[in-house]
């Protein structure tokens, strides 16, 4: 879903009749202008001349109308703020609502699930109190959710709706605590400017995962966008993974030459990079814990939860969805607390399937922090390729 007509209602255009009489006078094709206005966007070069021209206004003034903000608006309010003051007065709004108290639906000894609204659930949290967020929002793509939650809605209601989620989220954090935000990089490259407001960026994680089908007319999306942030100068914990040599299935030689440097290779494995490609789709009806809906995988939660946390700290996700934040904090022996705004079965039937869920986190682990697994090893060895020991 597109924008509301943010860019005609700055510009004065109401009808078709107004549209076609000021593409005439301006000499901008109707198409151009209604491109601006689907997405919002601040016209530039010839069109931008001619625009603020016709309304005699500033670019400024056009920008602030259309609501997109920038370092040139917010270096202009600073240096104003006095005469704001009024305006800034009777906006005033109590920095958090009273919360109610909410009943958990679920609990173990290491976690509690509620069934709640995420706003309403987060302003029931200390500030400064957790030290891993992981967050999984809708992506705004019209899929049907058993929450039945309207999952189409205009742009500008989706970016404000995720910045009030995510000001509840950055408030709870503690002292350099970590922030991760699952999304479409669509979605990401505008939260990740609101988040650099309160909190430090470490990466952008991409991660390889194909979205369905190729979309005409763009390059074929092939990864999803993994935001990391820190509370703080440096991240309070931070031990990633390391991952194994790639290796050819077959032959186990390996499919990277590293030349003279094999003896100075760690045999811990490789340095986890902010590009990660062995992250596998749930598809497999096998492992998915909610019928209809995608999920994410537990190797991701694994990874994360890893690198980020140590035993006994307290993980937040705000968006339960099937449960993999849960369950993977579980597994790790991490403290755990979430809500989600639907059906809540699914994620307390799941904890019936933790041994399962165990023996499938052990596969994961199995291959990591290790140049060559052991079975890769002992096939080298076999073959009579070098390996760590042989160096």
Known sequence: MGYSNQFFSAIGINTKKDLAFFSKKSF?????????????????????????????????????????????IAHLLQNNIDQLSDILDKSKTPL??????????FKTRLGKLYQADCLDFLQTIESDS?????????????????????D????EKYIQWSEQWLYECIRVLAPGGALFIWNLPKWNTI???Y??????????????????????????????????????????????????????????????????YKNKMNPNGISLTDVWLDIPPVRHAKHKRRIGSNELSLKLLDRIIEMASDEGDLILDPFGGSGTTYMAAELK?????????????DIIDRFSLKDEERELLKRYRGGINSLFPIDVRKKRETFGLWTCETL
């Open 333 to 345: 022996k991490r403290r755990w607390i979430g809500c989600e705004v639907g059906p809540v079965g």
């Open 152 to 155: 189409q809605i205009k742009a």
């Open 195 to 260: 988040i650099g407001n309160y909190l430090n960026f470490r990466n952008w994680i991409g991660v390889d995962i194909k979205y369905s089908l190729p979309i005409q007319g763009r390059l074929y999306p092939s990864h999803y966008s993994l935001l990391y942030f820190v509370k703080g100068d440096k991240p309070k914990v931070f031990h990633p993974d390391r991952l194994p040599m790639q290796t050819c299935p077959k032959c186990v030689s390996e499919l990277k030459n590293y030349g003279g």
């Open 130 to 150: 957790i030290d891993l967020v992981f967050a999984d929002p809708p992506f705004n793509l019209n899929k049907l959710y058993p929450s039945k939650i309207d």
């Open 191 to 193: 939260l990740s400017n």
């Open 28 to 72: 901008i094709p109707i198409e151009r202008l209604k491109y601006y206005n689907d997405f919002n966007l601040v016209p530039s070069g010839q069109d931008l001349t001619k625009i603020v021209s016709i309304l005699n206004i500033t670019n400024i003034e056009l920008k602030i109308r259309m609501g997109r903000l920038d370092a040139e």
């Open 96 to 105: 958090q609502k009273e919360s109610r108290k909410l009943q958990a639906k």
